[in-house]
């Protein structure tokens, strides 16, 4: 059983920065796939980016260039370091684990959730 936690969400203006952190218990977390997905209202659950347990990313295209995922096993913790944010990014983020990297890109494929963070970008 694996339970995550975020945090870092928040209020921020567009083109400002913030960075996610996802917290899991757990003494096997190194051997998980990590993914960030996102979910406006109304909206479904997408894609952000995706860190295998060697350390591999998979970004969206809308985030590319913009956003970095990444992970410190030490501290059971998985990071997105969210740059250039726009208002159309304003969603509840939530990270989920994954037993193996095979179909993370797919948010029903995830063994285990967060409760999600709010993040909001205003114009």
């Known amino acids: 059983q694996v339970q995550l936690v975020e945090s870092g969400g928040g209020l921020v203006q567009a083109g400002g920065s913030l960075r996610l952190s996802c917290a899991a218990s757990?003494?096997?977390?190194?051997?998980?796939?990590m993914g960030w997905f996102r979910q406006a209202p109304g909206k479904e659950r997408e894609l952000v980016a995706v860190?295998?347990?060697?350390?591999?990313?998979y970004y969206a295209d809308s985030v590319k260039g913009r956003f970095t995922i990444s992970r410190d096993n030490a501290k059971n913790t998985v990071y997105l370091q969210m740059n250039s944010l726009k208002p159309e990014e304003t969603a509840v983020y939530y990270c989920?684990?994954?037993?193996?990297?095979?179909?993370?890109?797919?948010?029903?494929?995830?063994?285990?959730w967060g409760q999600g963070t709010q993040v909001t970008v205003s114009s």
């Open positions: 989920a684990a994954k037993v193996s990297y095979s179909g993370s890109y797919y948010p029903e494929r995830y063994d285990y």
């Open positions: 860190i295998s347990s060697g350390g591999s990313t």
């Open positions: 757990g003494r096997t977390f190194s051997s998980y796939a």
